[in-house]
């Protein structure tokens, strides 16, 4: 049984970090894609960055990159992502999620829909 486990969220000042884990579980880290994905109230689900297992690839939304780098250790079966310079606009409930067998990542990294499984979500919240 695949599980997701996201947690390191909480309340910080614009311009402040914090580093989201998700705990994985239950399937092999080298055959799956991992996302994180974000959902503001109001607002539609946003892919915010993806690493591919196998090789380590990375892909990442627009309006992160420079500031959010995602990491992993297979070891450890957990993916990482760093939030650095945070803005107001990046409060949301963070998500992470597994996709198995995404080959054209920069085109389909950051669809929310190639995600199988998902996690319950972490409430990130950057005051201004």
């Known amino acids: 049984e695949v599980q997701l486990v996201e947690s390191g969220g909480g309340l910080v000042q614009a311009g402040g970090s914090l580093r989201l884990s998700c705990a994985a579980s239950g399937f092999t880290f080298d055959d799956y894609t991992i996302g994180w994905f974000r959902q503001a109230p109001g607002k539609g689900r946003e892919g915010v960055a993806c690493i591919r297992g196998s090789d380590g690839s990375t892909v990442y939304a627009d309006s992160v990159k420079g500031r959010f780098t995602i990491s992993s250790d297979n070891a450890k079966n957990t993916v990482y992502l760093q939030m650095n310079s945070l803005k107001p606009e990046d409060t949301a409930v963070y998500y992470c999620?597994?996709?198995?067998?995404?080959?054209?990542?920069?085109?389909?990294?950051?669809?929310?829909?190639?995600?199988?499984?998902w996690g319950q979500g972490t409430q990130v919240t950057v005051s201004s």
């Open positions: 999620a597994i996709a198995k067998g995404i080959l054209l990542l920069r085109t389909l990294g950051l669809r929310g829909s190639r995600y199988s499984d």
